[in-house]
Nanobody, 118 residues
């Protein structure tokens, strides 16, 4: 499967952005998609995940109530709606896929930069 992320940009604090991740290829063999982010000098961390079939979601505590992950199975696309953005949300955001609940996220898209100005 191949992943193509888009939607990043520059926004003021309190603003919103929506990221998209389009999946192509053997998407039916993958269980879930996730969004991760990596700020300069920091490790890559999980932001949110969603399963393709049931739509079960998981969020990092830092984004709960502000971000929402969703999927469109017909379009093989996962979205990350980001509201009430803060400067600390500034990072490169990556989408990723995993094959099963016991697998790691081992397919990655290219990152998309999100910059939140104060």
């Amino acid at each position: 499967v191949q992943l193509q992320a888009s939607g990043g940009g520059l926004v003021q604090a309190g603003g919103s952005l929506r990221l998209s991740c389009a999946a192509t290829g053997r998407t039916f063999s993958y269980d879930a998609m996730g969004w991760f982010r990596q700020a300069p000098g920091k490790e890559r961390t999980l932001v949110a995940t969603i399963t393709w079939r049931a739509g079960i979601t998981v969020y990092a505590d830092s984004v709960k109530g502000r971000f929402a992950i969703s999927r469109d199975n017909a379009k093989n696309t996962v979205y990350l709606q980001m509201n009430s953005l803060k400067p600390e949300d500034t990072a490169v955001y990556y989408c990723a896929a995993r094959r099963s609940v016991v697998s790691v996220y081992d397919v990655w898209g290219q990152g998309t930069q999100v910059t939140v100005s104060s």
